[in-house]
């Protein structure tokens, strides 16, 4: 009977190989070697010749990520690396110290319950399809100006190195929105003051406007009344008092000019 790594596991490889599609295989391991058929390993076949263990090489692969991925997952019973094991026996998610004879530093060692084996959940979540902050700030802004982010667009597709895309609200867009109300509600206000102090200084030059005015009424007045009486008084000293009245501290002057006359 032909062998072949059980279908839970090989989605699972899959699912690795597509998001970083770069990774090194060197240390990958599937069905075991000669060693491991004289032992009671996970990496030979079971009855019906599937493999349920994997190995995977741990360059150019987020380890944490897929390790958090798989003890997620309703078929893992045990996860081993670097000298540690985490087991559906006591607590995916537990790590425990791990004496095996592989301390397992150079791959991450996935094996499965025969129960779960052919199990068709995806292993990645879409929460483990979300950016992380240094992918975003990997795009540089030639990147993010090729983008459009610059541009009138509401959402951005984002593509990383592994292939992964990711739309996103423009932030950028956002921002700049923000910040030209925000100017307008500034331009507005300084536009309601800027009225508000004119409307006070028209308030105020009507007033001077109506103080010379009334002041010209009054210095008008005046010379009629000045008029009239000098026409009213009978003698040279009754016109000569009133002059000296009016014409103050000038009366004196304007009586020599008239005596010259």
Do not use: C
């Amino acid at each position: 009977m032909a062998w072949f790594l059980n279908p839970a596991l090989t989605r699972f490889r899959n699912e690795v190989n597509a998001r970083w599609p770069r990774r090194d295989k060197t240390s990958d391991g599937t069905i075991g070697d000669a060693a491991h058929q004289e032992t009671n390993s996970d990496h030979n076949p079971d009855a019906d010749g599937s493999v349920d263990a994997w190995d995977m090489d741990v360059d150019g692969v987020d380890v944490p990520k897929v390790i958090n991925a798989a003890i997620r997952h309703e078929s893992i019973q045990y996860v081993i690396y670097n000298r540690r094991i985490t087991s559906r026996s006591w607590g995916l998610g537990t790590w425990r110290p791990y004496t095996g004879t592989s301390p397992h530093t150079e791959h991450v060692h996935f094996n499965t319950r025969t129960s779960h084996e052919r199990s068709n959940k995806p292993w990645f979540t879409e929460e483990d399809d979300m950016f992380e902050a240094r992918d975003r700030d990997a795009l540089t802004s030639a990147n993010y100006r090729s983008l459009g982010l610059y541009q009138d667009l509401d959402k951005i597709t984002f593509k990383i190195s592994s292939g992964a895309t990711r739309v996103e609200a423009n932030l950028a867009k956002a921002a700049r929105v923000a910040l030209e109300q925000k100017m307008s509600a500034v331009l507005t206000a300084l536009a309601g003051v800027d009225e508000a102090v004119a409307t006070q200084l028209r308030g105020q030059f009507d007033r001077i406007d109506a103080g010379l005015q009334e002041t010209r009424a009054a210095v008008d007045n005046v010379d009629e009344e000045v008029i009239e009486r000098l026409g009213a008084v009978a003698t040279p000293e009754e016109q000569a008092k009133l002059l000296r009245v009016v014409l103050g501290d000038r009366a004196k002057e304007v009586g020599l000019l008239l005596s010259q006359g």
